[in-house]
Each structure stands twice: as structure tokens, then as C-alpha cells.
């Protein structure tokens, strides 16, 4: 069935070190989506990609989309405090979306 | 915009018991889905509505979960006979649909606590 896994599992950071998670299917997906979970709280989204190859940035996140479509990254510049939280990718099958295992962000001032 | 409503926000009960959650989705949205959450873990997929058809359901989810979306408005989740593995977060979310905005709003959740 349908796998979505994020690497790694944990990472904590010193304000102002960069970051960035991994995002791999099992099988070529139609778009990918990332989300935002802080402690408590419940999935925001963030964006979506669509195209093979496509990179997207949003302030200091950068959102990769694999040329074969299976994997994705999201990478943080300078993290700030307000990183914090776990950050889950959802492959998008058509259908419906497979959320990832999710990275926990820990920011260290 | 009042965003995706769940109710109640926690529920505890004896194992053995039913239970129902209700999802009020944001009311334009075509799409409702249905998803449970166990703590570091991410959102597990269980099911999803297109307006009221249930079109797709997790071949994971037992006969003792059922969801309907009458009139394609509010969404209920039943679990029937719990389990002490029934313990999670129930998640809704809503969407306008595919090849519209595939955007997900979630809700707050229902924390699910099976004694």
C-alpha cells in the first residue's frame, strides 16, 4: 500500500542553524503537500507542489518536488523560535492525500 | 470563514462503549475527510466524502468505524464496540476538491480516550 516517509524523525537545532526534512513515497504521486503541526495543535498548510522538478519558497522555507514525483524537502533558513513544530508532507494519490511520518523541529535560543 | 468545527473535543469512555463525533466542515467545501492521529505519529488516513458519497474508505478501519455524511453538510464518525487501541486524535478536515483548491483545513480534533 501506499508509504510516505520523512527523514529524519527528530532534529534540533540552534537558532539561526538551517534545516531540512525528507519526504519519500512508495510510488509516483499526483502533488505533495507539506503542513505545519505545533505542539498541541493541529495541521496547517503550508503549500502544494504539482510539477515534477518544482521548487517553491515561501520567506526562508524552500519546498523541493523530486523529478520522478515520489520525493519532496523542505528546507528552513535561519530558524527562528517560531520553527518549532513537526512538519509532515501528504502525497496527494488523486484521491486523497498519505500524510508522512513527520519531522519534530526543536529550536534551541 | 469559521473554519472546520469538531465536537466534542475530548471524549473518554469505557471499553466496550459507542461513540460519535460530529465534523462541520467550512460550508462551501465539497470534500471531507476523516483521519486519526496517535501521538508522533502523522495524520492516518481513514476515510473521505465527495458532498455525501463515501468514496473511499481505509482498508485499515474496521467494520466497527462507520462515517456518514448526510446531505453533505456535517460529517459523523461511530466507533463502535471500543478498543483501548481506538485511543487517538480524530481528526476532520475539508477541501473544495480536486482540480479546485486541494488545500486541507483540519480541525481541532476529538482526543479519544478508551479506559
Known amino acids: 500500500g501506499q508509504q510516505v516517509m520523512q527523514i529524519p524523525q527528530y532534529q534540533h537545532v540552534q537558532e539561526g542553524e538551517d534545516f531540512t526534512t525528507y519526504c519519500n513515497s512508495s510510488?509516483?504521486?499526483?502533488?505533495i503537500q507539506w503542513y505545519k503541526q505545533r505542539p498541541g495543535g493541529h495541521p496547517v498548510f503550508l503549500i502544494q507542489?504539482?510539477?515534477?522538478?518544482e521548487v517553491k519558497k515561501q520567506k526562508r522555507l524552500t519546498f523541493q518536488f523530486g523529478e520522478a514525483k515520489k520525493n519532496s524537502s523542505l528546507h528552513i533558513t535561519a530558524t527562528q523560535t517560531t520553527d518549532v513544530g513537526t512538519y509532515f508532507c501528504?502525497?496527494?494519490?488523486?484521491?486523497?492525500?498519505?500524510f508522512g511520518t513527520g519531522t519534530s523541529l526543536t529550536v534551541i535560543p | 470563514d469559521t473554519g472546520v468545527s469538531q465536537n466534542p473535543r475530548h471524549k473518554i469512555t469505557k471499553r466496550g462503549q459507542n461513540v460519535t463525533f460530529r465534523c462541520d466542515p467550512i460550508?462551501?467545501?465539497?470534500?471531507l475527510y476523516w483521519y486519526r492521529q496517535t501521538l508522533g505519529q502523522g495524520p492516518e488516513f481513514l476515510t473521505y466524502?465527495?458532498?455525501?458519497?463515501?468514496?473511499?474508505k481505509s482498508r485499515l478501519l474496521s467494520d466497527r468505524f462507520s462515517a456518514e455524511r448526510p446531505k453533505g453538510s456535517f460529517s459523523t464518525l461511530e466507533i463502535q464496540r471500543t478498543e483501548q487501541g481506538d485511543s487517538a486524535m480524530y481528526l476532520c478536515?475539508?477541501?473544495?476538491?480536486?482540480?479546485?483548491?486541494?488545500?486541507?483545513?483540519f480541525g481541532s480534533g476529538t482526543q479519544l480516550s478508551v479506559l
Open positions: 501528504a502525497g496527494g494519490t488523486g484521491n486523497q492525500f498519505y
Open positions: 466524502f465527495q458532498n455525501e458519497a463515501q468514496l473511499e
Open positions: 478536515a475539508s477541501s473544495l476538491g480536486f482540480n479546485r483548491d486541494e488545500k486541507l483545513f
Open positions: 510510488t509516483t504521486l499526483s502533488n
Open positions: 507542489l504539482v510539477k515534477s522538478g
Open positions: 460550508s462551501e467545501h465539497n470534500r
